[in-house]
């Protein structure tokens, strides 16, 4: 069974920075892109951005990409998300997703989520 | 970016009725559209990719249509384990954008 579980939400101070990971099991982790996904209170969601399966290739969203780098550790089966200068409007949660196994689709499956406040 | 248009915003409906969700991308996606349901404090569930493919495990009362701007969620008998928000995702093209979801409660 696919498992995604998030971890590292919390309050952050606006303009620090804060880590999130993503712990996968049930799945070769090393053969699929994997994504970040978040969901702002007022429920609108938003991609985030894409890693390669192999971690060599990265994909942001335009108004992000300056402030987020998504990383992987394949031996750990890990996905990350730093986040840099966080603002309030980075309030969310926070989902790891996986495509589906023949990789037509994004978004196959969802972690559970982790929620980062922006507050001081 | 591509924006979606899904329709309605809030929707009310009975045990048994037919109910339909819109999205309209603001330009062609060909297929690349995928339908969600979230239920209160859950994370999203996959129920069609790329427009009518239904997911695995996926009740046959849900179904999706459509091609190019123009998509339909389908839901042929409600039910009332079916309450929950529904999204839809474009993957035609990045970056990846969703519509702003439809609530789906019981008159």
């Known amino acids: 069974e696919v498992q995604l579980v998030e971890s590292g939400g919390g309050l952050v101070q606006p303009g620090a920075s804060l880590k999130l990971s993503c712990v996968a099991s049930g799945f070769t982790f090393s053969d699929y892109w994997m994504s970040w996904v978040r969901q702002t209170p007022g429920k609108t969601m938003e991609w985030i951005g894409d890693i390669k399966y192999d971690g060599s290739y990265t994909n942001y969203a335009p108004s992000l990409k300056n402030r987020f780098t998504i990383s992987r550790d394949n031996a750990k089966s890990t996905l990350y998300l730093q986040m840099s200068n966080v603002r309030s409007e980075d309030t969310a949660t926070y989902y790891c997703t996986r495509c589906d196994s023949t990789g037509s689709t994004p978004f196959a499956y969802w972690g559970q989520g982790t929620l980062v406040t922006v507050s001081s | 970016d591509i924006q979606m248009t899904q329709s309605p915003s809030f929707l009310s409906a009975s045990v048994g009725d037919r109910v339909t969700i819109n999205c309209k991308a603001s330009?062609?996606?060909?297929?690349?559209l995928n339908w969600y349901q979230q239920k209160l404090g859950e994370a999203p569930k996959l129920l069609i990719y790329?427009?009518?493919s239904l997911q695995t495990g996926i009740p046959s009362r849900f179904s999706g249509s459509g091609s190019g701007t123009d998509f339909t969620l389908t839901i042929s008998s409600l039910q009332p384990e079916d309450v929950a928000t529904y999204f839809c995702l474009q993957h035609n093209s990045w970056p990846y954008t969703f519509g702003a979801g439809t609530k789906l409660e019981l008159k």
């Open positions: 790329n427009a009518n």
């Open positions: 330009q062609n996606i060909n297929r690349y």
